[in-house]
């Protein structure tokens, strides 16, 4: 596991309230960061 993973993991861990209150705006602003990437992949949702 690379150490941006870990460090993303631990954000993640940290700030779990933050997250929870409000997950279906932290959701689409992951999947619009996923689909930035230029590595083409798709990427498919329900």
Same mark, same amino acid.
């Given at each position: 596991m690379?150490?941006?993973?870990l460090?993303?993991?631990?954000? @993640?861990?940290?700030? !779990?309230? &933050?997250?929870?209150?409000?997950?279906?705006?932290f959701?689409?602003?992951?999947?619009?960061? @996923?689909?930035?990437? !230029?590595? &083409?992949?798709?990427?498919?949702?329900?």
């Open positions: 690379s150490e941006n993973r460090t993303g993991l631990c954000m @993640f861990s940290v700030h !779990r309230k &933050k997250i929870d209150c409000d997950k279906t705006q959701i689409k602003k992951v999947t619009n960061k @996923f689909a930035q990437d !230029r590595r &083409k992949l798709k990427l498919n949702f329900e």
